[in-house]
């Protein structure tokens, strides 16, 4: 079975930087572009980040650009994303989620499978 299990959310006061991981097992992570999704309390699940499945071509939502960097090691099977210039906007709970192909997709609908999530709160 596919599963990904998302580690690293917490609080943390306005400007401060949390680095999130995914550790994904039951299928060949190399071969699938990986990503990574938000949904604040009351709002609709959007879109942060995805990578490629070398990690090489990363790409961003145009609200996380410049301050968040996704990665991968497909050697340990791992996705990060490491948040910097963290705000209140970016509270939300974080989803990794496993594209249904290798290249960079920011659609969810080219998603297939999602984990359970873990919680990130800005608050000062």
């Known amino acids: 079975d596919v599963q990904l299990q998302a580690s690293g959310g917490g609080l943390v006061q306005p400007g401060g930087s949390l680095r999130l991981s995914c550790a994904a097992s039951?299928?060949?992570?190399?071969?699938?572009?990986m990503g990574w999704f938000r949904q604040a309390p009351g709002k609709r699940r959007e879109f942060v980040a995805t990578?490629?499945?070398?990690?090489?071509?990363?790409y961003y939502a145009d609200s996380v650009n410049g301050r968040f960097t996704i990665s991968r090691d497909n050697v340990k099977n791992t996705l990060y994303l490491q948040m910097n210039s963290l705000n209140a906007e970016d509270t939300a709970v974080y989803y990794c989620?496993?594209?249904?192909?290798?290249?960079?997709?920011?659609?969810?609908?080219?998603?297939?499978?999602w984990g359970r999530g873990t919680q990130v709160t800005v608050s000062s």
């Open positions: 039951g299928f060949t992570f190399s071969s699938h572009a």
């Open positions: 990578i490629n499945w070398r990690g090489d071509h990363p």
């Open positions: 989620s496993r594209a249904r192909f290798g290249a960079v997709v920011s659609a969810e609908g080219e998603y297939d499978s």
